[in-house]
């Protein structure tokens, strides 16, 4: 899920740039990080289906996402921002948002039915996936009312002269990333209680 949400936002943020920061200093950091998240995941799949095909759990792994993709595509060709100013690289970029919303899912499903102990490699990724989205929320946050139709800033004061109306694309990003939040919150619960008191992290085993 990952390598197509990264993907899929690269075919935006190579090309065009209004979902990313345009001042010098982000200069291809935001690509270059995800080509290289990319390639790893790549990686990690490669390794997972051939050296080491015996670690997966498959018959844990059972929440079906495929359909939703379909579903994500659809969604963000009717909802989406105009940052870009082109309706298909506005879609990829929501494309990939909407599939990053729902990407983690699997893992916390496959996970929660396990229960019990959680290695601590699994969990440190979750955790620090689930920082990442903490401070892309901050992020957007400041920058959600950008995405407004009409939204003007000519003299770049960070005092629009017009806010803009009909905003819908701001609060799909926001009302996603605070899904992801929401979503790994227990995860993330666990973890610190774990830390705190010192012992191995357990999640309890869900009922099936």
């Known amino acids: 899920m990952y390598s197509i949400v990264l993907f899929f936002r690269l075919c935006s943020t190579l090309v065009k740039n209004g979902y990313i920061p345009v001042d010098r200093t982000g200069d291809h950091v935001y690509q270059l990080g995800d080509i290289a998240s990319l390639l790893m995941c790549l990686n990690l799949l490669y390794k997972m289906h051939r050296s080491h095909a015996h670690t997966y759990e498959k018959h844990h792994d059972t929440f079906k996402i495929a359909p939703c993709i379909p579903l994500a595509f659809v969604l963000a060709m009717c909802w989406h921002g105009h940052l870009n100013r082109s309706f298909w690289f506005d879609t990829l970029w929501f494309f990939s948002l909407y599939?990053?919303?729902?990407?983690?899912?699997?893992?916390?499903?496959?996970?929660?039915?396990?229960?019990?102990?959680?290695?601590?490699?699994?969990?440190?990724?979750?955790?620090?996936?689930?920082?990442?989205?903490?401070?892309?929320?901050?992020?957007?946050?400041?920058?959600?009312?950008?995405?407004?139709?009409?939204?003007?800033?000519?003299?770049?004061?960070?005092?629009?002269?017009?806010?803009?109306?009909?905003?819908?694309?701001?609060?799909?990003?926001?009302?996603?990333?605070?899904?992801?939040?929401?979503?790994?919150?227990?995860?993330?619960?666990?973890?610190?209680?774990?830390?705190?008191?010192?012992?191995?992290?357990?999640?309890?085993?869900?009922?099936?």
């Open 99 to 208: 599939l990053e919303t729902i990407a983690m899912i699997p893992q916390l499903f496959m996970l929660t039915r396990i229960g019990g102990e959680v290695e601590g490699m699994t969990s440190h990724f979750v955790v620090l996936v689930a920082t990442a989205k903490f401070f892309a929320w901050i992020f957007w946050f400041y920058g959600y009312p950008e995405l407004a139709e009409g939204y003007t800033d000519a003299d770049d004061d960070g005092i629009p002269e017009d806010w803009g109306h009909s905003n819908y694309g701001g609060y799909a990003i926001i009302l996603c990333y605070s899904i992801q939040l929401i979503g790994s919150a227990d995860f993330v619960y666990y973890y610190m209680k774990s830390a705190v008191t010192q012992t191995s992290m357990a999640l309890p085993e869900m009922e099936v």
